[in-house]
């Protein structure tokens, strides 16, 4: 009799909270957070929150569900949401982010997916609900995400699974049925991970390959899994910006390719610098006209020599999982000093992969660059890329063919920190070379110029002043007196010297694809304001913001503070308001901004043999325009208004940037020194963005078939209004037609 209660009360349990937790994505990895319950069954509600397991660098998604304890909602409801997500440690990053769900009458459950910075790693957060302006009875509760699964792994490479779960196949009866990708061979070639040494079991079941690719994997790549239905894919490319890679069968491309939102959501995190591989592609074209998958050389296909180097085959193949220290810091299991103690003996990779060669495992095949390089087809697209793979299952697919599509292009490409050029949390030293000069600071010649003036009047001058007229006790009130007057005229002349405007200067670089219609700006901006500004800094939604910062923001030690922040980001359907210390009085702050935008080009181009015209088609006066054509002849025009050509110059000079009034962004001088105390981490990073690694090169030697041009700051892209700009520039990049 116990028996049978207790049977029935766990499958009443398993029912509801399948019921209530639904998404239709819960097979796509993602993780539950927690309820908030509210109310009475007759008249109150709940929300259900969920997240994909994988975090990283970039905006994490939560997912959120209001659905009623009785049939559907009896009227309009509109609730303003709070989530303050923390750390294991207190930062200096820490943000409450607000957002406003409405949700209809008569409805039986809303969903919304809302996208917050992924600044630092969370274990905890806290939701907080208002309604009409007033808190809700009940409405705050504290969760708890401290498990590896739902936090970052420290990966160098994140990749999605874009793949039709049995929600996806149910809506969709053209939906694929193929088998999960199997992701043994990338975990071992993208996060420099352990070879498979199960060589026994080549063929794995849909579920085993789903669960495989969804937990936590022994190295520095890790998986999420993506439903393919459209209803439930992101509306933004700030779901995918997470990612390094998108891995998607033909046919699912095709099926999502049929509904806009998503598939531009899709294309927006390519233009971003995000990698598509498409997999079960012969005969495949990409959907619109405007992208063509260029053959892939033979040249590029690595031999068994260049495989086994790799692949690394005299070293000890790790197999240990990974670890989160108690400071915040992920490592592999072999580095801890009591694993070590207990002797245990690695494998070598070099048998595991003799052993895969006996045994003829998939992964261990080699064949001859040409046909390899037949089953390949790939191009650009915006900052980011598209391969496609003729092989109808290529996986686990062999070491050969996943090095070839890792290194079709820049190493850094799948390395998110690498590629952004920023690691919020450790800091980055390039943030010295972007301050605006001479604000925020004492204003120190003046004040020992008033000081000096001071002495020589209180002094002398005061003296036979006042003993003159027989009033030499009045220097004992005329001396403060003078003091103060002084000091506040000294602190209002530095408010007055550094103006009443918020002032910024921006680098911003624009790189236009034409032949696939995008544009994307990659914007390193520094903020000061005098006063600080209750409005923030507003940017459309679909821009990414990222602070840069002279020092890392992780306190080691320091227990995570669960009270208000002083930053933050209210989210709306038109743009994002970064509030409170994102733009802080009398302080600099700098940020990086990233934003794809589908969108006809701005600078044209017409040509023939002896000749070469540019095109403004933008808003604003080009300064200077410089294009090498196919022989690498350099052209430069200066001055071309907006709306109208210009016929180029052919210029004497070989090198750009003596025609073109652009720095290159480098560390040309020393940093501060920072010292490091043991409790705090300092700034370690000097990246760049792939970008701007780019423009550094094009103003040593432009490529053949390229151009550069100068023009005026996107106004939209500052975030400020009434702003004042100086030291600034603003670069387009691209290829000729």
């Given at each position: 009799?116990?028996?049978?209660?207790?049977?029935?009360?766990?499958?009443?349990?398993?029912?509801?909270?399948?019921?209530?937790?639904?998404?239709?994505?819960?097979?796509?990895?993602?993780?539950?957070?927690?309820?908030?319950?509210?109310?009475?069954?007759?008249?109150?509600?709940?929300?259900?929150?969920?997240?994909?397991?994988?975090?990283?660098?970039?905006?994490?998604?939560?997912?959120?569900?209001?659905y009623p304890k009785a049939k559907a909602f009896a009227a309009d409801r509109t609730f303003d949401v709070v989530f303050s997500p923390r750390g294991n440690d207190s930062t200096q990053?820490?943000?409450?982010?607000?957002?406003?769900?409405?949700?209809?009458?008569?409805?039986?459950?809303?969903?919304f997916v809302v996208y917050v910075p992924y600044y630092v790693p969370w274990s905890q957060f806290t939701v907080e609900l208002s309604e009409a302006g007033q808190r809700i009875e009940?409405?705050?509760?504290?969760?708890?995400?401290?498990?590896?699964?739902?936090?970052?792994?420290?990966?160098?490479?994140?990749?999605?699974?874009?793949?039709?779960?049995?929600?996806?196949?149910?809506?969709?009866?053209?939906?694929?049925?193929?088998?999960?990708?199997?992701?043994?061979?990338?975990?071992?070639?993208?996060?420099?991970?352990?070879?498979?040494?199960?060589?026994?079991?080549?063929?794995?079941?849909?579920?085993?390959?789903?669960?495989?690719?969804?937990?936590?994997?022994?190295?520095?790549?890790?998986?999420?899994?993506?439903?393919?239905?459209?209803?439930?894919?992101?509306?933004?490319?700030?779901?995918?910006?997470?990612?390094?890679?998108?891995?998607?069968?033909?046919?699912?491309?095709?099926?999502?390719?049929?509904?806009?939102?998503?598939?531009?959501?899709?294309?927006?995190?390519?233009?971003?610098?995000?990698?598509?591989?498409?997999?079960?592609?012969?005969?495949?074209?990409?959907?619109?006209?405007?992208?063509?998958?260029?053959?892939?050389?033979?040249?590029?296909?690595?031999?068994?020599?260049?495989?086994?180097?790799?692949?690394?085959?005299?070293?000890?193949?790790?197999?240990?999982?990974?670890?989160?220290?108690?400071?915040?810091?992920?490592?592999?299991?072999?580095?801890?000093?009591?694993?070590?103690?207990?002797?245990?003996?690695?494998?070598?990779?070099?048998?595991?992969?003799?052993?895969?060669?006996?045994?003829?495992?998939?992964?261990?095949?080699?064949?001859?660059?040409?046909?390899?390089?037949?089953l390949l087809r790939t191009t650009r697209f915006g900052l980011g890329t598209i391969t496609a793979i003729d092989v109808p299952y290529p996986f686990p697919g062999s070491f050969q063919?996943?090095?070839?599509?890792?290194?079709?292009?820049?190493?850094?490409?799948?390395?998110?920190?690498?590629?952004?050029?920023?690691?919020?949390?450790?800091?980055?030293?390039?943030?010295?070379?972007?301050?605006?000069?001479?604000?925020?600071?004492?204003?120190?010649?003046?004040?020992?110029?008033?000081?000096?003036?001071?002495?020589?009047?209180?002094?002398?001058?005061?003296?036979?002043?006042?003993?003159?007229?027989?009033?030499?006790?009045?220097?004992?009130?005329?001396?403060?007196?003078?003091?103060?007057?002084?000091?506040?005229?000294?602190?209002?002349?530095?408010?007055?010297?550094?103006?009443?405007?918020?002032?910024?200067?921006?680098?911003?670089?624009?790189?236009?694809?034409?032949?696939?219609?995008?544009?994307?700006?990659?914007?390193?901006?520094?903020?000061?304001?005098?006063?600080?500004?209750?409005?923030?800094?507003?940017?459309?939604?679909?821009?990414?913001?990222?602070?840069?910062?002279?020092?890392?923001?992780?306190?080691?030690?320091?227990?995570?503070?669960?009270?208000?922040?002083?930053?933050?980001?209210?989210?709306?359907?038109?743009?994002?308001?970064?509030?409170?210390?994102?733009?802080?009085?009398?302080?600099?702050?700098?940020?990086?901004?990233?934003?794809?935008?589908?969108?006809?080009?701005?600078?044209?181009?017409?040509?023939?043999?002896?000749?070469?015209?540019?095109?403004?088609?933008?808003?604003?006066?080009?300064?200077?325009?410089?294009?090498?054509?196919?022989?690498?002849?350099?052209?430069?025009?200066?001055?071309?208004?907006?709306?109208?050509?210009?016929?180029?110059?052919?210029?004497?000079?070989?090198?750009?940037?003596?025609?073109?009034?652009?720095?290159?962004?480098?560390?040309?001088?020393?940093?501060?020194?920072?010292?490091?105390?043991?409790?705090?981490?300092?700034?370690?990073?000097?990246?760049?963005?792939?970008?701007?690694?780019?423009?550094?090169?094009?103003?040593?030697?432009?490529?053949?078939?390229?151009?550069?041009?100068?023009?005026?700051?996107?106004?939209?892209?500052?975030?400020?209004?009434?702003?004042?700009?100086?030291?600034?520039?603003?670069?387009?990049?691209?290829?000729?037609?």
């Open positions: 009799m116990i028996r049978s209660i207790c049977f029935v009360w766990i499958l009443l349990t398993t029912i509801i909270a399948g019921t209530s937790l639904s998404f239709g994505q819960d097979d796509a990895g993602l993780a539950h957070v927690g309820t908030l319950s509210i109310g009475t069954r007759a008249s109150g509600f709940a929300l259900s929150i969920t997240t994909p397991k994988l975090a990283a660098n970039g905006y994490q998604p939560l997912h959120l569900r209001f990053l820490d943000i409450d982010f607000h957002v406003r769900c409405t949700v209809p009458q008569n409805s039986t459950g809303e969903r009940n409405g705050r509760k504290m969760y708890s995400v401290d498990s590896l699964e739902t936090r970052y792994a420290e990966q160098h490479t994140s990749v999605g699974i874009l793949h039709p779960s049995g929600n996806a196949r149910n809506a969709n009866k053209g939906a694929s049925a193929t088998r999960y990708p199997d992701v043994r061979s990338l975990v071992t070639l993208l996060g420099e991970g352990p070879l498979d040494e199960s060589t026994d079991q080549a063929n794995l079941s849909d579920k085993e390959l789903r669960e495989l690719a969804t937990k936590v994997q022994s190295a520095w790549v890790q998986f999420r899994a993506i439903d393919s239905d459209p209803q439930s894919m992101y509306q933004s490319w700030l779901g995918y910006s997470q990612l390094d890679a998108i891995i998607v069968q033909a046919a699912t491309l095709e099926d999502v390719a049929r509904h806009a939102e998503p598939f531009n959501a899709l294309t927006d995190w390519i233009a971003a610098g995000g990698s598509l591989w498409i997999y079960d592609a012969k005969g495949f074209e990409f959907p619109g006209d405007s992208v063509t998958l260029n053959p892939v050389a033979a040249g590029r296909v690595p031999d068994l020599v260049a495989v086994r180097r790799t692949l690394d085959l005299n070293a000890a193949n790790d197999t240990t999982p990974l670890e989160m220290e108690h400071w915040g810091e992920v490592t592999k299991q072999s580095q801890n000093w009591e694993w070590q103690q207990l002797d245990v003996e690695l494998t070598q990779r070099k048998e595991v992969f003799d052993a895969m060669e006996q045994k003829k495992h998939p992964a261990a095949a080699i064949q001859t660059p040409a046909e390899l390089s037949a063919l996943w090095q070839t599509v890792r290194d079709l292009y820049d190493p850094k490409q799948l390395v998110w920190t690498q590629r952004n050029g920023i690691d919020v949390r450790r800091g980055d030293d390039h943030y010295w070379k972007w301050l605006i000069e001479a604000v925020g600071g004492p204003p120190v010649k003046l004040f020992f110029a008033l000081n000096t003036l001071f002495v020589i009047v209180i002094g002398p001058v005061g003296y036979l002043f006042f003993r003159r007229h027989a009033r030499l006790h009045l220097l004992l009130f005329f001396a403060p007196a003078l003091a103060s007057l002084l000091t506040l005229g000294l602190f209002a002349y530095a408010l007055m010297a550094d103006g009443l405007q918020t002032r910024i200067r921006a680098r911003q670089l624009t790189w236009q694809d034409a032949e696939a219609g995008y544009r994307v700006s990659q914007n390193r901006q520094t903020y000061f304001s005098s006063f600080g500004r209750a409005d923030g800094i507003q940017l459309p939604e679909q821009t990414a913001l990222f602070p840069i910062r002279n020092a890392a923001v992780q306190s080691r030690y320091r227990p995570p503070n669960n009270q208000r922040s002083r930053r933050w980001i209210y989210a709306s359907e038109s743009n994002y308001r970064y509030t409170g210390q994102f733009l802080p009085a009398r302080t600099q702050v700098q940020y990086m901004t990233l934003q794809p935008q589908a969108t006809p080009t701005m600078i044209g181009f017409d040509r023939s043999d002896d000749s070469l015209t540019v095109r403004n088609d933008s808003p604003h006066p080009l300064s200077c325009v410089i294009a090498a054509d196919t022989k690498g002849q350099l052209w430069v025009s200066r001055d071309v208004p907006a709306g109208e050509s210009a016929a180029m110059n052919r210029s004497q000079t070989a090198s750009p940037n003596t025609l073109i009034d652009v720095a290159p962004l480098l560390i040309d001088s020393p940093v501060p020194v920072l010292n490091n105390d043991g409790y705090t981490n300092h700034s370690t990073n000097a990246e760049l963005t792939l970008l701007e690694r780019q423009l550094n090169q094009w103003l040593g030697s432009l490529p053949n078939d390229h151009f550069m041009a100068t023009t005026q700051l996107q106004s939209d892209a500052l975030g400020v209004s009434d702003a004042r700009t100086e030291g600034s520039v603003h670069v387009i990049m691209g290829e000729l037609p």
